[in-house]
């Protein structure tokens, strides 16, 4: 009898486990892989509940100083909810066919730290799944590397910045304020539930 009882609690936990981990929407729900390594990342798991940039980017664009910036906006607003993930991509023919010269100019020449992924397309029928969605959502395909889309933490809102829009840019800053100052808002609601 407690065999059983074991097995058909396991088997209860097995069974839950996909519900709790599609608590994310088409954005989030799905494991990537990350920039020169062999291992994937559960967005969902990670980024749940934050307040998210997704950026194209490239290693050989005209664009790809805006590195700088990213890295200077991930870190003064990561404490307050911020992340930023970055796609390497090839679909403008601006990014190296080798994940390891990616990650140098990521890593090394820009100082990048966070989360870079490995190289994708991020349109048409090729787009990887997170494009996919933030496309669908927006109406807004990729037109040249650099793009942003602006996330709210619970994947509602979605925003989108073409290259021009260098991360520093007031328009940009102001909407990447008021959705943390809205995400701060509902953590401090169910704080207090």
Not at 9 to 20: D, G, N, R, S
Not at 43 to 55: F, N
Not at 116 to 136: Q, R, Y
């Amino acid at each position: 009898m407690k065999t059983w009882l074991s097995a058909a609690a396991i088997a209860a936990t097995v069974l839950a486990t996909p519900a709790m981990a599609n608590q994310c929407g088409d954005v989030l729900g799905h494991s990537m892989q990350q920039l020169n390594t062999r291992e994937s990342v559960d967005l969902c798991e990670s980024y749940q509940g934050k307040t998210i940039l997704v950026v194209n980017t490239a290693s050989k664009c005209g664009f790809t100083k805006q590195f700088e910036g990213l890295e200077a906006l991930y870190q003064k607003y990561q404490d307050k909810g911020l992340v930023v993930l970055g796609f390497p991509s090839d679909s403008f023919k601006q990014e190296y066919d080798d994940a390891e010269k990616t990650a140098e100019v990521c890593y090394l020449t820009y100082g990048v730290k966070f989360p870079m992924f490995a190289s994708s397309k991020v349109k048409g029928d090729d787009a990887n799944p997170v494009f996919k969605a933030l496309i669908a959502k927006t109406g807004e395909t990729p037109s040249w590397n650099f793009n942003k889309y602006l996330i709210s933490s619970d994947e509602q809102t979605v925003k989108h910045f073409g290259s021009r829009t260098t991360p520093d840019d007031k328009d940009f800053i102001t909407e990447l304020e008021k959705m943390l100052a809205a995400n701060a808002a509902t953590g401090i609601e169910k704080a207090g539930e």
